[in-house]
């Protein structure tokens, strides 16, 4: 998709600006996550047709998030939140393709959610939820 480049060479902004392009040639979005008071929330907000979300946190090759971002990411997964980590191009591929398929991780507490998944139409409405 890109000429690929010397990936250890490339700037974390650089690799962000072309995710957020391959993030945009899927049908998606890759929103810039801000948060204020929130500290270490991942870098962006993914968002891809088929209501597929994740949050990804993107760094030079090897780089690694500090100790505040572990701990947001760990904490959004704990939500059922989908989090990664890109760091070179061939990653950003793999992370796409997770969140492009991805099932939502449903806790127990998520019974309203299930239960209006598996709720019947009204009949005779053509659809609905009661």
């Not at 690929?4 to 490339?10: F, I, S, V, Y």
């Not at 907000?45 to 090759?61: C, D, T």
């Not at 019974?111 to 019947?120: H, P, Q």
Request: net charge positive.
């Amino acid at each position: 998709m890109f000429r690929r480049q010397k990936e250890g060479r490339m700037k974390e902004s650089e690799l962000e600006r072309k995710f957020r392009i391959m993030v945009q040639k899927a049908g998606g979005r890759a929103y810039k996550f801000v948060s204020p008071g929130n500290d270490g929330v991942p870098d962006r907000l993914v968002v891809l047709p088929g209501g597929r979300i994740g949050f990804v946190e993107l760094k030079r090759k090897g780089g690694a998030p500090g100790k505040q971002q572990q701990h947001r990411m760990r904490e959004l997964e704990a939500m059922g939140c989908f989090t990664d980590i890109v760091d070179d191009l061939e990653k950003a591929e793999e992370v796409l393709a997770k969140i492009r398929t991805q099932v939502p991780r449903l806790q127990k507490t998520d019974s309203l959610f299930l239960e209006m998944v598996n709720r019947r139409p009204h009949a005779g409405t053509g659809g609905g939820v009661k």
